[in-house]
């Protein structure tokens, strides 16, 4: 049963990058609905390329905080989920996704066209370009996580602030992992952070081309 303290809406709205966590420690019950939520998440091609390692005990906690540039929030929190993209995840996965898409009433001509478009597709890219696809749908995930987390009552705190090859080295990820952000989640101790304040619409969005309003 899916615990729900605030509305969508509510948790948008209210929701602050925490600033400093209460580090008490989080049901995994819990952990575990907030990372279902992470792998429902939309992919291209359903080829669903985050991986999160979820770090709760202290000690591997306090080894992040050191690669994530002595960041207290990363020690405090009672959970961090350090979320990857695997650069190789589609190579490994492509046959279980397209079995169970064509369980779920996947054409059969949709699977075959997209076992090439696939392949093409993700075979061509550079590291870079790779490191870009992974960071559009990781943080799709991190943000249905986030959000789940905040509707349930928990506080929350995305980060960039790490170094890749520490973080690396801290959790033994394999090569072709890809660390696209670190989220924190708990509960808030002290004083929440201002609101910085957003753009009115008028500044971030335009109507069927740029420069001309919506209306
Ligand atoms: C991808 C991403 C990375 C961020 N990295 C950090 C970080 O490393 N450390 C930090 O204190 N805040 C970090 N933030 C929080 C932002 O500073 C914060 O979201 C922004 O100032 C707006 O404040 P609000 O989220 O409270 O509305 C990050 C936010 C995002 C979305």
Not at 45 to 74: D, H, M
Not at 97 to 113: D, N, T, V, W
Not at 132 to 149: D, P, Q, R, S, Y
Not at 160 to 175: A, I, T
Request: charged content about 25%.
């Amino acid at each position: 049963m899916a615990k729900i303290k605030k509305t969508l809406s509510q948790a948008i709205a209210e929701r602050r990058a925490t600033p400093s966590f209460d580090g008490a420690p989080i049901p995994s019950e819990d952990l575990k609905q907030i990372l279902d939520a992470g792998l429902h998440a939309p992919s291209g091609y359903n080829l669903q390329p985050w991986r999160f390692i979820v770090v709760q005990t202290p000690e591997q906690k306090r080894r992040l905080r050191g690669a994530s540039y002595n960041q207290a929030k990363v020690e405090e929190a009672s959970a961090v989920i350090v979320a990857c993209g695997d650069a190789d995840g589609w190579r490994k996965d492509l046959d279980s996704i397209l079995q169970q898409g064509r369980e779920g009433g996947m054409p059969e001509s949709y699977a075959a066209q997209a076992r090439t478009s696939v392949s093409n597709f993700m075979g061509s890219m550079n590291t870079e370009q790779m490191h870009g696809w992974l960071n559009k749908h990781v943080m799709i995930a991190l943000t249905h996580m986030m959000l789940m987390a905040e509707v349930m009552g928990y506080d929350t705190a995305p980060m960039e602030g790490f170094e890749q090859d520490k973080v690396h080295e801290v959790l033994r990820l394999p090569m072709s992992y890809w660390v696209v952000a670190l989220l924190a989640i708990g509960h808030l101790k002290g004083t929440d952070k201002y609101y910085g304040g957003r753009f009115e619409m008028g500044h971030t969005v335009f109507g069927e081309e740029f420069g001309k309003p919506l209306k």
